[in-house]
């Protein structure tokens, strides 16, 4: 066969393939655009029907997350109902003994994620298991309370998280409240796999339960017991939910906790899956938070904080006044929250493990040991922080805390909300501020500055190219530090199991190289530490932490060759 036939063969078998899914494709929406596709002509249709085509999308820790649209390769109601009877059949199997184990649902407010829950019950009804839908679209966090709270084997979240608009996904909690770690990915992802024809899977119409509000006063109801009895609660804010479903639920959780009413950013507040006002709905990106700070510089009393929730409100986003910022507001880095949060519970006596990821500062570490606290360090992402035995307090740099484990074993960010605000009250009452008790800490423990450096690519080739490169000539020294020790993480260890990354120990400085678990990216997280006397040795610090900081983005950047 000549190179042309060959490409007409394989032109063929692809159509053929996406003919086969249009044929039992269960949603009017998606039929179409495929039948439009595979009527277009041109070399852009076939290379957009061959993207969608091209494989599988992979079932593992992070569930499922990709753009909406037609074919296996995008978020759709056939990929949805899938995944439904993987799990459903993987749940059978290990709850066996039970009489219809409960599976609890929950969705935000993105583009089909409604539907998605809806498939999603109907498939647990159909497999003979009792499933329980969220009563509206609500914070991943009340579904990760709702779990442990109802006594579930499992917990299913339809949600992107901060992902782009047109994106959705589809995370697992088990009984325990926390998400799902191998080998239970692998497991659910070969029970997808061995699914049959759709029409195959049972969908009733009915015979699910829709919650009431009642699952969110209980969630209501518990979120204030992170905080001390009779604490000051006169912290002020300004609150963005950035189109996500926070706003309901955290302006609920601080009327029931006593602090005054959180300012709403009036543009952002209600759920909108197109995030009109944001290029990305993640305050972590730049941009993002320029009406928060537009809204805090109107207010007719300077509030103490602005906070903002992503979209599913499993993460929190703080911010202090900054007369030297541009906007009058600098945004606290994800360390530095969770080392303010950690501060506050050691000095009320909290008792447990304190834990934190391997990609996230080392502060809280220090802070622990100090106290004589146990303290452990994870794998990137709360399935692995949720699990850690004893636990009392997590967090990772990505702006994710937990503040109540017994409760949600996973992030929760109106709950940690709330823990700043008291923090912030508490200050208040004394006559000090947040960036004042981070210098305090960064005497006490070192000043310990953060930052990332991320490669968004079109082609994830080029992340496992760099990765390679970085394996086969590891570099003896970066900004200038000389390497003490590389861990290749992918050989995994008795502390941590492995994963694609490299760690680099320098001499007052540490490098973590991973792929990004959710994004088409690659990540470099750094960290600096450097030793401070006394508080007039803070300015002459930061500057010497800021320069490696500086040197290090520079030295990756050429090592990565990205």
């Given amino acids: 066969m000549t190179a042309d036939d060959h490409r007409a063969a394989a032109e063929e078998q692809l159509r053929a393939r996406a003919a086969a899914w249009l044929a039992e494709d269960p949603d009017a929406e998606t039929r179409e655009e495929l039948a439009a596709l595979l009527a277009a002509e041109g070399p852009d249709a076939q290379e957009e029907l061959a993207a969608r085509f091209a494989g599988e999308l992979e079932f593992g820790t992070a569930g499922l997350r990709a753009e909406l649209g037609a074919g296996p390769m995008r978020m759709n109601r056939a990929v949805v109902i899938r995944a439904a009877a993987g799990i459903a059949a993987e749940l059978r199997d290990r709850h066996s ?3 219809r184990p409960l599976v609890v649902v929950g969705y935000d407010a993105r583009h089909r994620s409604a539907d998605f829950a ?9 497999a003979g298991l009792r499933a329980a839908v969220l009563p509206r679209p609500l914070p991943t966090p009340v579904l990760a309370f709702a779990v442990r709270h109802l006594g579930a084997v499992a917990g299913i979240a339809v949600t992107a998280s901060h992902n782009p608009p047109r994106d959705n996904g589809y995370k697992v909690y088990l009984g325990d409240g926390s998400q799902i770690v191998p080998p239970a990915d692998t497991s659910i992802a070969a029970r997808i796999t061995a699914v049959g024809p759709l029409a195959g899977v049972a969908r009733p119409e009915s015979g699910w339960e829709t919650l009431g509000e009642e699952i969110v006063d209980a969630y209501l109801d518990r979120a204030p017991a992170v905080l001390t009895e009779g604490s000051p609660r006169t912290a002020s804010l300004v609150y963005t939910p950035l189109h996500g479903v926070g706003q309901q639920v955290l302006e609920a959780a601080f009327a029931r906790a006593g602090f005054p009413a959180p300012l709403p950013v009036a543009e952002q507040a209600l759920p909108d899956p197109d995030f009109p006002t944001v290029a990305f709905p993640n305050p972590e990106e730049p941009g993002a938070m320029d009406l928060a700070f537009a809204a805090a510089r109107a207010a007719a009393s300077p509030p103490d904080l602005v906070v903002a929730n992503d979209p599913d409100a499993d993460r929190c986003a703080v911010a202090v006044p900054d007369a030297g910022a541009p906007s009058g507001w600098r945004m606290l880095h994800g360390d530095e929250v969770g080392a303010l949060l950690a501060a506050h519970l050691i000095r009320r006596g909290a008792t447990g493990t304190f834990a934190a990821t391997i990609v996230s500062s080392s502060l809280v570490g220090r802070m622990a040991t100090a106290a004589g606290l146990p303290y452990e360090e994870t794998l990137t992402g709360f399935k692995w922080l949720g699990r850690v035995p004893g636990l009392r307090f997590a967090y990772e740099e990505a702006l994710g ?3 109540d484990p017994d409760a949600v074993r996973d992030k929760d960010g109106i709950t940690a909300a709330l823990l700043v605000a008291e923090v912030a ?3 208040k009452a004394e006559g000090r501020t947040v960036t004042e008790l981070l210098d305090e800490l960064a005497v006490a423990h070192g000043l310990h500055l953060t930052d990332q450096l991320s490669f968004r690519v079109a082609e994830l080739s080029l992340i496992t190219d760099a990765m390679a490169r970085l394996r086969a000539a590891p570099p003896s020294e970066l900004a200038g530090l000389p390497v003490l020790r590389v861990d290749d993480l992918a050989a995994g260890s008795a502390a ?5 990354g490299l760690r680099y120990t320098l001499r007052g400085a540490r490098v973590v190289v991973r ?5 088409p990216k690659l990540k470099c997280y750094l960290e600096a530490v450097v030793d ?3 508080a007039d040795a803070l300015p002459a610090a930061r500057a010497e932490a800021a320069a490696t900081l500086a040197a290090l983005k520079r030295d990756l950047t050429a090592a990565l060759g990205i």
């Fill in 97 to 99: 003994e039970l009489d």
């Fill in 118 to 126: 809806r498939d999603t019950a109907a498939v647990m009804t159909g």
């Fill in 401 to 403: 805390y937990c503040v």
């Fill in 425 to 427: 009250s508490g200050l």
């Fill in 496 to 500: 941590l199991p492995p994963t694609d």
């Fill in 515 to 519: 792929p990004s678990g959710t994004e």
């Fill in 532 to 534: 401070v006397p006394g």
